[in-house]
Nanobody, 121 residues
Framework: QVKFVESGGGSVQPGGSLRLSCTTSGFTLDNYDIGWFRQAPGKERRGVSCISSRDGSTYYAASVKGRFAISRDNAKNTVYLQMNDLRPEATAVYYC??????????????WGQGTQVAVSS
């Protein structure tokens, strides 16, 4: 059974940092691109970042570029999202899923339950 579990969320002040983890099981992480997404209350789920399985290329939404960093440790079956200089608009539930970095939301699978991030003073 494939399982994705997100963790590492929490409450931070603006300018703070968090590192999210996406731990997978029953799944060969090496073979798949992995994306991070977020969904704020009342808004659509949107892509934040993605990391390629082929060559480790990384992609970021314009709103987080330069502040967030995605990485993967295939040996630990885990993908990370380091989030620095967090802003209130980053408040959302964060999800990870497997799918092509160039793909649309519907092409992603194995969604976890998400981890809540709250940024406020």
């Amino acid at each position: 059974q494939v399982k994705f579990v997100e963790s590492g969320g929490g409450s931070v002040q603006p300018g703070g940092s968090l590192r999210l983890s996406c731990t997978t099981s029953g799944f060969t992480l090496d073979n798949y691109d992995i994306g991070w997404f977020r969904q704020a209350p009342g808004k659509e789920r949107r892509g934040v970042s993605c990391i390629s399985s082929r060559d480790g290329s990384t992609y970021y939404a314009a709103s987080v570029k330069g502040r967030f960093a995605i990485s993967r440790d295939n040996a630990k079956n885990t993908v990370y999202l380091q989030m620095n200089d967090l802003r209130p608009e980053a408040t959302a539930v964060y999800y990870c899923a497997a799918g092509p970095c160039s793909g649309a939301l519907y092409e992603y699978a194995y969604w976890g339950q998400g981890t809540q991030v709250a940024v406020s003073s």
